[in-house]
């Protein structure tokens, strides 16, 4: 059974918390659409929390970080990606395992954004619905676009497409994103057989970013002994903006985003699409080093999938 109460959460007086006994996830309505908690109970949160004071300044106002999970549109831009949305977001309770939020269009791109989350009573899991909406006068192309900010001190691991041997497969595998700013000597960067791992690092304050088109349809962020797998589509032949992309990882400090893209479409207006994400956790995942992280991880992924 699923549990919906409002709480206070770091300090935002007005969130609500969705619990099964096992795991909680939290929203606010104070600010928004975001979800700002994921954990299981009596234990870290697994997403990023990250005071007002960081900000970010366009000439649409002032647009924070937060930290949790926030909806925006691909591809990027500024000021457009950058729309404020510090201010008090409308929401409704579904059912009795759902929560909706769902603000207002934004004023300046006419674009209404809403999340819907829903947790499953009996395990981990939740499933995110974003939904875009276009309230404008004219068509617009864009693509949804869902970033998680992590707690920081983990590492993203993105899986690599199944080994085949170059006599038995001549093409490639799949598009790998490189931006002006990546750097393939950074320590944070780590490369196995089966993953491509990109490690959050107080110490190197500086950033990181890598996008691939992601045909496994998943990827984790390892953290202590707590391991966040999110499940997403790639639907082939469709067209993602950023080269390709589906996923994209960006690091800097202690923040760590991981990234999903839906398909560009282009909408009418009145028109929406979405984008599903399903999130789960697992603790007691002890990894020691990169030469066991797939024996440990690849079964519990393997029990995410619903096959």
């Not at 497409?161 to 093409?171: G, K, N, Q, R, S």
Request: net charge negative; with cysteine.
């Amino acid at each position: 059974m699923v549990k919906i109460e409002k709480i206070s959460f770091f300090e935002q007086p007005n969130c609500y918390m969705l619990s099964n006994g096992g795991v909680e996830v939290i929203v606010t309505t104070d600010i928004g659409p975001r979800i700002i908690g994921y954990r299981f109970v009596g234990s870290d949160n697994i997403l990023g929390e990250i005071g007002p004071s960081n900000v970010v300044k366009t000439e649409l106002g002032e647009w924070h970080p937060w930290g949790g999970h926030r909806l925006w549109c691909a591809p990027e831009a500024k000021p457009r990606s950058y729309v404020p949305d510090n201010d008090p977001v409308p929401f409704e309770i579904v059912g009795d395992d759902s929560i909706r939020l769902s603000p207002k269009a934004d004023a300046a791109t006419g674009i209404e954004k809403e999340i819907l989350v829903t947790l499953d009573a009996n395990s981990s899991q939740v499933t995110i619905t974003h939904k875009l909406t276009n309230r404008g006068l004219w068509p617009v192309e864009l693509a949804p676009w869902a970033l998680t900010i992590m707690n920081g001190g983990g590492v993203t691991i993105i899986p690599n497409e199944p080994f085949i041997p170059h006599t038995d497969a001549l093409l490639p595998a799949r598009p790998m994103v490189l931006w002006h700013y990546t750097d393939f000597t950074d320590p944070r960067w780590g490369f196995t057989k089966e993953y491509l791992l990109l490690q959050c690092d107080p110490e190197f304050d500086y950033p990181q970013k890598i996008g691939v088109a992601n045909k496994q349809e998943w990827v984790g962020y390892l953290r202590n002994d707590t391991l966040f797998v999110k499940r997403f589509p790639y639907i082939d032949g469709a067209k993602y903006a950023d080269y390709g992309c589906n996923f994209e990882t960006f690091t800097k400090g202690d923040f760590m985003e991981v990234e999903t893209l839906a398909p560009l479409v282009t909408l009418e207006p009145n028109q929406s699409t979405t984008h599903v994400e399903e999130w789960f956790l697992f603790n007691g995942v002890e990894v020691c080093d990169d030469e066991v992280l797939h024996e440990v991880i690849a079964p519990l992924v393997d029990s995410t999938s619903g096959e």
